[in-house]
């Protein structure tokens, strides 16, 4: 993280001129108006201000400034309720929109919590991809997943057993664990050629934490935070005679949007979030294939 030169993380300083200035700019705004309108009336009656001031210009001045102080209370209700998004929800499918915007940054990061991250995983290579011939104004780029350790005997993915009961499916968990090994690869491959062409310096790691995929997290540069719950107890119907599994549909999830640009209650819950996420990235296991990948 970029840090002042006072040494206060420069995201710090930005958050702290943001509600200074929404906690002190309408006292300000008005005062300013009020001052306006009552120099303007003293130059209207007293003479020697009102020729200092040119007293006809000042007072419509002063009047126009009386219908800004009525007005400004509705001006800024209108303004807020334009930063309110549109949506408090949407489709992981449109998880695309969001991958755009973030790269609009010069520094990068995306962070995954879920199940294979496959559908995040598409939107990120294509994007990837296109920092070859234009990388705009990314420099950086840090991009985390933590997906369920595979390794593990789970409930969730799992065969469905008599009576719906989930049971252990080892060469399930494999070819789960198979499909977000090639994910890594092929991102740490992507990241690899754009750091070795010297314009973006790029880093994609998988990692693994213990337990079901319940939760689905998307962390945008750490300002925006898309969270859902997955649907444990969707199947993936096999064709018959092939067994049925347990198998959340991470494309279905629908996910609550979370921004810090929202209020001061959800700003708190963001970095509530990253701390969360941060604590469990420090704690995950890393997949077996990277003790032979080569280093970025």
Request: with cysteine.
């Amino acid at each position: 993280m970029s840090g002042s030169r006072s040494g206060v993380p420069e995201s710090t300083l930005a958050e702290r001129v943001r509600r200074f200035q929404t906690r002190y700019q309408p006292v300000v705004t008005r005062l300013l108006l009020l001052s306006v309108f009552v120099i303007g009336l003293i130059a209207q009656f007293v003479k020697p201000v009102g020729d200092a001031l040119q007293g006809k210009v000042f007072l419509g001045s002063a009047l126009l400034s009386v219908v800004a102080y009525v007005l400004y209370d509705k001006v800024n209700d209108l303004d807020a309720s334009l930063r309110v998004p549109t949506r408090a929800q949407v489709k992981s499918r449109e998880l695309g929109t969001f991958v755009t915007e973030a790269f609009r940054a010069r520094a990068v990061e995306i962070s995954f919590l879920g199940y294979t991250g496959e559908t995040l995983y598409n939107e990120l290579y294509h994007r990837l991809e296109s920092l070859q011939d234009d990388p705009g104004p990314t420099r950086h780029v840090v991009v985390r997943f933590l997906v369920p350790d595979f390794r593990a005997p789970m409930t969730v993915p799992s065969r469905v057993g008599p009576e719906g009961t989930p049971v252990d499916d080892e060469e399930f968990r494999s070819r789960l664990e198979t499909k977000c090994r090639e994910f890594d690869q092929r991102l740490s491959g992507i990241a690899r050629g754009l750091t070795s062409m010297g314009r973006v310096s790029v880093a994609c790691e998988y990692r693994f934490y213990p337990g079901i995929p319940r939760d689905k997290i998307c962390i945008f540069n750490r300002e925006l935070v898309l969270h859902g719950l997955y649907d444990v107890s969707a199947r993936t119907m096999g064709i018959s005679p092939d067994p049925d599994y347990y198998d959340p549909q991470g494309y279905r999830t629908d996910l609550n949007i979370w921004s810090r640009e929202d209020t001061d209650d959800v700003r708190a819950a963001v970095a509530t979030w990253n701390k969360h996420f941060d604590a469990l990235w420090q704690l995950a296991a890393k997949p077996p294939w990277h003790r032979s990948a080569p280093t970025a």
